[in-house]
């Protein structure tokens, strides 16, 4: 394990202003953190036509104006990833008198109390309420940061879209947009083993939005330990010598703890997923494997003090510039996304680079902007020594 996902936040931060954080170095209590609120409030003229802005995604835009995601890549002809630029017109499918701006905030009001793994995208669907309305009604930041037991104001909250049947013989839930299992077993009183034995859900515990889940009764909360057996904390507090503040570490010891909790592929799968991920992204597959490997030896379980999370060993803000990377949220916590933020962040610092690749391993490392900066550290030259003798043996 490595510190690379820490020098990654180097350029991570620098392009824009971030919008959307997985469990971070804030303290968060969560596996996944709230999803983004729009930077600016302006929106498009009444002629539904939108003007992509610098750090806007397309889920962002589909927020800002009450519309769906499938709508807007559809009416712009987008692929699968949703890619798009900043300066182009997106047309903005709106249905009714929607004139293209966001439908203004239902008066009825509720009340929430977050569980572990909640975002505020998944509680807004959950009450038909709005991201941008919940933000506003709790005074909550551009991050959206929510955590664990704290109670939101939830404006024109109906009656919350999930409830159970019983608490002793189970009853279902309708996946919302972020949830997680560890997620909802908790807000149900059962187990991630439990709902995952009940759905026949992979290692992965991959769920996804508008899936129905059969949610086992029980009669105790299920709790995600962050200490081992013996009572050490999963992950320590110091790397290299260097120690990290606090809430970093304990972000990073929920992190482990859920991807324990969850279970995750074998190191195998893991190794599989990168090279085949690295191939369909136009990334030499051996260079991927080789950085994978020195990261983490494929373990998807690895968190490191830095918050480092996954086998590509990615932080959360340096996750939130691969979303933009690729055009779409990833859940670092999930194998698939944490290995494409990587692949990603690897095919863009080649970019940066002109294809120096000694260059782009170390800017993974220590980060592009230190790199140019100060040249490459000690350790970082020993880092891509490592890599470079590793390709080959891919």
């Known amino acids: 394990m490595t510190q690379s996902a820490l020098a990654i936040a180097d350029d991570a931060r620098s392009p824009r202003p971030r919008a ?15 999803l983004a609120v729009g930077t600016s409030s302006s929106i498009a003229h009444a002629d539904e036509e939108y003007t992509v802005r610098k750090g806007d995604t397309v889920s962002h835009i589909a927020k800002q104006f009450g519309t769906t995601v499938s709508a807007v890549r559809t009416a712009n002809g987008l692929n699968a990833s949703g890619f798009i630029r900043e300066g182009q017109t997106l047309t903005i499918p709106t249905t009714g008198t929607t004139t293209g701006t966001p439908a203004a905030t239902p008066a009825a009001t509720g009340s929430h109390t977050v569980a572990q793994g909640e975002t505020v995208s998944a509680i807004a669907a959950r009450y038909g309420s709005t991201v941008d309305a919940i933000v506003s009604a709790n005074g909550l930041d551009a991050r959206a940061f929510i955590r664990a037991g704290q109670t939101l104001t939830i404006p024109g909250a109906g009656a919350p879209a999930a409830t159970t049947t019983g608490t002793s013989t189970g009853g279902s839930h309708t996946v919302a947009q972020g949830e997680t299992v560890s997620a909802i077993a908790a807000r149900y009183g059962t187990t991630v083993s439990a709902v995952v034995s009940a759905n026949g859900l992979n290692a992965q515990a991959f769920i996804r939005a508008g899936q129905t889940l059969t949610i086992p009764g029980a009669t105790t909360a299920a709790t995600v330990t962050t200490t081992s057996a013996s009572g050490e904390q999963l992950v320590g507090s110091t790397f290299l010598g260097r120690t ?46 080789a950085i994978a490997f020195q990261e983490s030896g494929f373990d998807h379980t690895s968190v490191s003090p ?9 932080i959360p803000t340096s996750g939130d510039w691969a979303s933009d990377l690729v055009g779409r949220e990833l859940n670092l916590l999930d194998p698939d996304d944490n ?43 020993r880092y891509v020594a490592n890599v470079q003798t590793l390709t080959a043996r891919f």
């Open 244 to 289: 990290y503040p606090a809430a970093t570490v304990a972000s990073a010891n929920e992190n482990k703890a859920t991807l324990l909790a969850v279970g995750v592929p074998s190191t195998s799968q893991m190794q599989d997923k990168v090279a085949s991920t690295a191939r369909q992204m136009g990334v030499d597959p051996s260079l991927a494997q």
């Open 339 to 381: 290995v494409v933020a990587g692949v990603a962040i690897i095919r863009q610092l080649l970019k940066s680079t002109g294809g120096d690749t000694a260059t782009a391993i170390a800017a993974y490392y220590q980060g592009l902007g230190s790199v140019r900066s100060n040249g490459m550290f000690a350790d970082t030259r």
């Open 306 to 314: 830095a918050n480092a999370i996954g086998v590509m060993q990615v």
């Open 20 to 34: 959307r954080r997985l469990a971070t170095n804030t303290g968060a209590t969560l596996a996944l953190a709230a």
